[in-house]
């Protein structure tokens, strides 16, 4: 994991300074101010900008090491500052927008995995086509036009109340659901016809008691690693739905800081969603030895 | 048959555990938006801006002047004159001692009194605060004696006054913020507007409630927000769901269906900015002023007012705007494709037998610089294109993430699309200085005419306000005859307005939207 995270500092940071510009000019709000070359030259030596790369490198890691992530250079805030303000609003769109994929994905992909082929699955087969081909920032402008302005059920943007929450949560997890109700219907179709079912069928076993306990439990593993990897690149921030919904979270930082060329702020925003990936990934592995305790015993059995 | 029945049921209690999920949620987040609920007789106003707002200190941002928390010594007036506003009066002898009389009847939100010791502390921490002050105010000693504060200066500097009707040196009172805490004061500074702030979430949005013995009479409404909100198209059906009274920056494509509600209007006013073209002075291909000058006769800016601005702009005649005291009021150049051609003739270049300009069996053939940053910009790349390929010109339009950069660092392009608020603050001299002068951060193109620095140079050591706006138009002037910029056109500043506002209008400046004398129907 130190590995990983060593090498995409290492990469963004040669990335980010490859890349034309710095923020001096931004600092200094030449738009609006009187600045000189000299102005600019004193800025930038001040920031260390006229040293060799692997020198400011270093200095980033060596700051690093002591948990200091360094000062943000728009703001003038500690980028520490910067992240634990924006960390909250990421994650609660993050559970909003679970709240609403689970709650789309698991009836759905159970109902069309039920009865294939029936129109439960035909319904869960137009609605992953929809839902994997709208892109997001049209799908919350829709829904802002529908029930901001047209019905004005809910505020069109902002945040703190639940009925804010409403649109970005839906508009963040129906893409998803859309994904995540073909995966399920996928994974119980193949349990579902499984050896073990059947002789559990035989055997009398309540078709509910089958569903929900034996054949969900191992058609969430594939759910499970796909929903690891989403999880990270939701945590990392939905940048189209936080702007439009104007929810300052991670993503809105991160692109705002690009833009900028704020580098400390790239830096620790990098090394966060590293951590973040790695670790989920990490807990996902683990979860797979809860919701299937055969991978635990090696398949011993099979029915 | 059975079995499929018991699975629907148990989709049913999941869903019914998924709803008392929501229901909780509901419950445990809903307070704080709860006090909004006010009384009918509250005169609330909601506005949206376009830019977001990391904090609301004064001296780093410019929201809390907007917002109409704090204020600054002197401000631009409607014909950008700069007049008192903190500041009654103000003098100078020797353009380097200046005496400003502060006026008596204010005080701070906390209802402490204004007077020059605080104003002194105030503009010392805006220096401390924000980088670039220093260089623009040039201060080099403040003296509060009473109600008069003796600014003086490193060297001679007649823009002072309007340097300190910059937003960034806005008086709070520094006591507060020694008792409330920097992290406090940087969420809700203690200023002398009429407005104070009731709450403010980082990025989101700013709620204010009036300043009862605010100085210049009792605020018309109680309270307002600002909600800070980036995507154009949300902001307007924020508008046309009456959610927001007042949104800045409405986008080009919502404005006709803002027009047809009658319950909201548009206001278009002319701003401060000029969208324009800058020659690379470096370039073999612009450094003769006849080719500038026939690149110059190629601009459409009455289409790119009618077509590309949809008619919220004027078409320009100079850097500044037409409208302000030192704008020149030349007619503005039209296309004109012949005068061109007869102008590149002169150049040295004459047309081949495809139709293109060519010197020495070589074809003109033009690098043109933009960015994204301002979504007309490269349709006016576009636009000059075409218009250029009439007169035998072949442009290449190559589009940069960011500009300034670009063109600081690279020296081969030769026309560049730019952006620039060119007199920010009811004075030329900020752009002449930045985009002319050899130091200027601004220069990209490299520009250097003695006339235009000798101009420059005598404007920064004079202080007389009519010689001033003489000598900012004999810049303009010199900068047109050389054409080292052809300027295109003044954008105005779009705002939708809901008629229930009274007593309000958008400012060209930008500065003081939220007033005490704004009223709602």
């Known amino acids: ?303 | 048959m059975v079995k499929p029945l018991l699975s629907i049921k148990n989709l049913i209690v999941l869903l019914a555990i998924l709803f008392i999920f929501l229901a909780m949620g509901c419950s445990s987040e809903n307070s704080s938006t709860e006090k909004e609920g006010t009384t009918k007789e509250e005169k609330n106003v909601k506005m949206i801006f376009s830019f977001k707002s990391p904090n609301m200190d004064p001296h780093t941002v410019f929201t809390p002047i907007r917002a109409g928390v704090t204020e600054t010594l002197l401000k631009v007036g409607k014909d950008s004159h700069i007049e008192g506003w903190l500041a009654e009066k103000w003098s100078t002898k020797d353009n380097v001692t200046w005496e400003f009389a502060i006026r008596d009847d204010i005080t701070f939100h906390d209802g402490t009194k204004l007077d020059a010791a605080r104003v002194k502390a105030s503009l010392e921490r805006s220096i401390d605060v924000n980088e670039s002050l220093s260089g623009s105010l040039k201060i080099k000693s403040l003296e509060a004696d009473g109600q008069t504060l003796t600014i003086t200066t490193s060297e001679p500097y007649p823009a002072l006054p309007s340097e300190l009707v910059n937003p960034y040196t806005s008086i709070v009172n520094t006591e507060s913020e020694k008792e409330i805490g920097a992290e406090e004061f940087q969420n809700a500074p203690v200023g002398t507007g009429p407005f104070k702030v009731k709450n403010f979430i980082p990025n989101q949005e700013v709620q204010v409630s009036k300043y009862n013995s605010y100085w210049a009479g009792e605020p018309r409404i109680d309270e307002a927000a600002i909600q800070f909100i980036e995507d154009a198209n949300v902001r307007a059906l924020g508008l046309q769901s009456k959610e927001a009274d007042i949104v800045y920056n409405l986008p080009a494509e919502g404005m006709k269906a803002i027009e047809q509600d009658k319950n909201l209007k548009v206001e278009s006013v002319p701003g401060l900015r000029s969208h324009f073209i800058l020659y690379n002075q470096q370039s073999a291909n612009v450094s003769n002023v006849k080719v500038r000058q026939a690149l110059n006769l190629l601009i459409d800016r009455k289409s790119i007012k009618d077509d590309i601005m949809l008619g919220h702009a004027e078409p320009a005649n100079g850097p500044f705007n037409g409208t302000l005291p030192f704008g020149l009021s030349d007619k503005v150049q039209e296309l004109n494709v012949e005068k061109a051609k007869t102008l590149l003739n002169e150049a040295g270049y004459t047309e081949n037998a495809d139709g293109s300009m060519e010197k020495d069996g070589k074809p003109l053939t033009l690098e043109l610089i933009t960015y994204k940053a301002r979504p007309e910009l490269p349709l006016i790349a576009q636009l000059f294109q075409s218009d250029a390929a009439k007169a035998g010109i072949d442009v290449e339009i190559k589009n940069v993430e960011n500009a300034d950069t670009h063109l600081a660092e690279n020296t081969d392009w030769d026309l560049a699309t730019y952006s620039n608020n060119t007199s920010p603050r009811g004075d030329g001299s900020y752009f002449l200085n930045t985009a002319f002068t050899d130091t200027g951060a601004l220069n990209v193109g490299k520009i250097n005419i003695s006339a235009l620095n000798d101009v420059i140079q005598e404007l920064n050591t004079t202080n007389d306000a009519e010689k001033r706006t003489n000598l900012t138009k004999d810049a303009a002037n010199i900068i047109n005859e050389h054409a080292v910029h052809s300027y295109a056109v003044y954008p105005n500043i779009i705002v939708g307005v809901n008629k229930r506002i009274t007593n309000w209008e958008p400012t060209a400046e930008e500065y003081y939207i939220l007033t005490h004398s704004m009223d709602v129907k």
Not at chain 1, 134 to 157: D, H, R, T
Not at chain 1, 231 to 246: Q, R, T
């Open chain 1, 1 to 303: 994991m130190v590995l990983v995270v060593l090498f995409l500092s290492i990469f963004t940071f040669g990335l980010m300074k490859m890349a034309p510009g710095d923020p001096v000019l931004a600092i200094l709000n030449s738009d609006e101010m009187i600045v000189t070359d000299a102005d600019q030259a004193k800025l930038r030596s001040s920031l260390g900008f006229d040293q060799p790369i692997y020198v400011q490198y270093g200095q980033w890691m060596i700051g690093v090491m002591q948990l200091d992530l360094g000062t943000s250079y728009m703001s003038g805030k500690p980028v520490w500052n910067e992240i634990a303000e924006r960390l909250p609003i990421t994650l609660q769109l993050t559970a909003g927008a679970l709240l609403v994929m689970v709650g789309i994905s698991v009836p759905l992909g159970v109902l069309s995995a039920r009865y294939p082929g029936k129109w439960p699955d035909q319904i869960g087969r137009i609605f992953a086509l929809i839902g994997a081909s709208i892109p997001s920032f049209w799908l919350g402008l829709m829904l802002i036009y529908i029930f901001a302005f047209k019905f004005q059920i809910f505020p069109s943007g902002g945040m703190g109340s639940v009925s804010q929450m409403i649109l970005p949560s839906i508009t963040l997890g129906f893409t998803l659901a859309a994904v995540y109700a073909r995966l399920l219907r996928a994974g119980l179709i193949e349990t579902l016809s499984k050896d073990y079912i059947r002789a559990g069928r035989a055997r009398g076993v309540k078709e509910w008691r089958l569903l929900w306990l034996h054949a969900f439990r191992a058609a969430l593993i594939p759910v499970m690693t796909v929903f690891g990897l989403s999880l990270g690149s939701l945590l990392g921030g939905a940048v189209v739905v936080e702007i439009l919904f104007s929810w300052p979270g991670l993503g809105s930082m991160a692109v705002d800081a690009i833009l900028s060329r704020d580098y400390p702020v790239i830096q620790g925003y990098v090394l966060l969603t590293g951590v973040l990936v790695v670790v989920l990934n990490l807990l996902v592995d683990l979860s797979y030895y809860l919701i299937d305790p055969r991978i635990n015993q090696g398949k011993r059995e099979s029915g």
